[in-house]
Nanobody, 134 residues
Framework: QVQLVESGGGSVQAGGSLRLSCAAF????????MGWFHQAPGKEREGVAA????????YYADSVKGRFTISQDNAKNTVYLQMNSLKPEDTAMYYC???????????????????????????WGQGTQVTVSS
């Protein structure tokens, strides 16, 4: 069983920064894909960034490229999402999730307009709220 615990959400003004953390506990695959998703009220959950913990490859949705950075600390089984130049449209609940399938396969298999598909991720955190005011 894998447990994911997110932290770091909060409220900031547009242009500000936040760093989200996702700590993984329990049985962890030797290599896995960790994804960050966001879900705004009334909208579906969408992947915004992903990292392959095996080789460190990173992937980003077009909407966050150049602003968000995903990274990992393998010693702590923790993945981070550094969010800079935040916009009001980034306001959402943010979730981390893990998949045993390599990120490269998930990204390649995602439909147009999607970074990854949430159904491919088996374990989810409880979410952390990010609110960006204009």
């Amino acid at each position: 069983q894998v447990q994911l615990v997110e932290s770091g959400g909060g409220s900031v003004q547009a242009g500000g920064s936040l760093r989200l953390s996702c700590a993984a506990f329990g049985y962890i695959y030797s290599s896995y894909c960790m994804g960050w998703f966001h879900q705004a009220p009334g909208k579906e959950r969408e992947g915004v960034a992903a990292i392959d913990t095996g080789d460190g490859s990173t992937y980003y949705a077009d909407s966050v490229k150049g602003r968000f950075t995903i990274s990992q600390d393998n010693a702590k089984n923790t993945v981070y999402l550094q969010m800079n130049s935040l916009k009001p449209e980034d306001t959402a609940m943010y979730y981390c999730a893990v998949s045993s399938i390599p990120c490269s396969s998930l990204v390649a298999g995602a439909p147009p307009g999607f970074l990854v598909v949430e159904a491919d991720f088996g374990y989810w955190g409880q979410g952390t709220q990010v609110t960006v005011s204009s």
